[in-house]
């Protein structure tokens, strides 16, 4: 039995430098429910997700913020059903002035009907909203490399 057969993703844990500044972007910009959060001080954390499933784990107990040139987390991607969603997302984090790697919704690469926004948290995490289908006509800003791995 492979082993990719039987497991799948259950939650993705991100330490964060504020839990209050990254609770305010990830639940109030993204969306994201809160399941249960700590307040502790020095186990402070927020457990994201729905039907008390647990999806997207926040943990105050980083120094610095993300660091894209060691090893570890590359990306956060979430996937929305369409591309018009996408852009509401794109204006919602505009007007909070929020980091984008890239101008508006851009293909995951040439010819791809997928495609997103790529953009940064308050702790310069990478994070990427994208729809499955939509992008036919946006650019490719990598060319023919995926769009989600270079920014």
């Not at 039995?1 to 609770?23: C, P, Q």
């Not at 120094?63 to 204006?91: K, N, P, S």
Request: aromatic share 10%.
């Amino acid at each position: 039995m492979s082993a990719t057969s039987t497991l799948r993703t259950g939650h993705i844990g991100l330490n964060v430098t504020d839990l209050d500044r990254s609770l305010a972007f990830y639940r109030d910009l993204l969306g994201f429910g809160v399941l249960a959060e700590g307040k502790e001080e020095g186990r402070r954390f927020a457990f994201f997700g729905e039907d008390g499933r647990p999806t997207l784990t926040l943990w105050e107990q980083a120094g610095d913020g993300y660091d894209a040139g060691r090893a570890g987390l590359h990306h956060l991607a979430v996937e929305a059903d369409t591309v018009e969603q996408v852009r509401e997302y794109e204006t919602a984090l505009r007007a909070h002035g929020v980091d984008f790697a890239y101008d508006g919704v851009v293909a995951h690469g040439e010819g791809a009907a997928s495609g997103g926004i790529f953009f940064h948290d308050p702790d310069g995490t990478r994070l990427e909203i994208y729809a499955p289908s939509g992008a036919e006509e946006a650019p490719a800003p990598s060319g023919a490399a995926p769009t989600c791995g270079f920014f």
